[in-house]
């Protein structure tokens, strides 16, 4: 049983709201409050009802939330949820035609919700839709939408080829190369951070799968959606600013749990057959990784940080190479 503490909120009085804002916190009070702040400043158009869950913070976030903002339903649980089991909970009681997911540590652009409800209603085809991201010197953040996992976007990724030619649509297919996210575009996933879709495809497709405890639900829910013959869309009008991984402290766990993630999606994914070559390229992409950083650390003095994060995650291989 998870104890809740919500609150009448002003947006369900009089006409029902067309949409739930789902924001699933944890450690980051700060961050959320200005969250909220901005998404109400800038929602202008839409109704929508706002439900924050909260991973069981230790830093206040429950008790900020819920004496800034009593107009937000809050759901303060007892135990760390996961990003999944968090969005499908919330999501299962939701009455409204629309989902929008909404990380903590993004601030709505104005008239990003609004501009990405008016477009996802123009567009029944996509299904699921997102917007663009920067960072907050205002600079494009990229990760707000990918392609699929492909054996040749794996091996590019192993091989260091889509760094090298991150520009490169050929090379680094999976981030579309130097697409700015400046245009309409149908795309393989659009991410959870600021992510739009209608409820009853949601229901259709179970929300998230409660295996990808972090990292990768989304793509796997976009992908399950596109099997189903839509196309999701991103639309350069709906902008958000996004830190990413604001509640990520450690970088060898998240690299970890990114490959975990990756591997997860080859299983779900790819044709049985190609796993061998996908479970390869992942060993091969973090263990010549540690290998170099490792030779540079002993022989330069120089990357003890990276050395040191590539080692813990190829040390933890045999957990990660088994995927979720």
Known sequence: MIPTAARPSDEAAGRAPELTVIIVSYNTRALTLKALETLYATTRLTRFHTVVLDNASSDGSAEAIAEAYPQVELIASRENLGFARANNLVAEAARSDWLLLLNPDTECHENAVDALMAFSK??????????????????????????????????????????????SMVFNPEAMGGWQ????????????????????????????????????????????????????????????????????????????????????????????????????TLAFWVGSRALLTGLVARLSGRGQEAARKWADIWSDRHDWLKGY
Not at 140 to 149: D, G, K, P, V
Not at 217 to 223: G, K, Q
Not at 242 to 257: D, E, F, P, T
Request: hydrophobic share 45%.
């Open 122 to 167: 123009a567009h029944p085809e996509a299904g699921i839709t997102g917007g663009r991201t920067v960072f907050p010197d205002g600079s494009l953040n990229i990760a707000s939408c990918w392609m699929r996992i492909t054996p040749w976007s794996a091996f590019c990724k192993a091989a260091g080829l889509s760094s090298l030619f991150s520009h």
């Open 181 to 280: 996210r400046d245009s309409v575009r149908e795309v393989d996933i659009v991410v959870g951070c600021f992510m739009m879709v209608r409820r009853s495809l949601w229901q259709e497709l179970g929300g998230f799968d409660l295996k990808y405890f972090m990292y990768g639900e989304e793509a796997d829910l976009c992908l399950r959606a596109r099997a189903l013959g839509y196309r999701p869309m991103i639309t350069p009008d709906a902008q958000i600013m996004h830190l990413v991984g604001a509640a990520s402290k450690s970088q060898a766990r998240k690299y970890a749990l990114l490959a975990k993630a990756r591997l997860t999606l080859m299983q779900d994914h790819w044709p049985g057959w190609q796993l061998p070559f996908g479970r390869a």
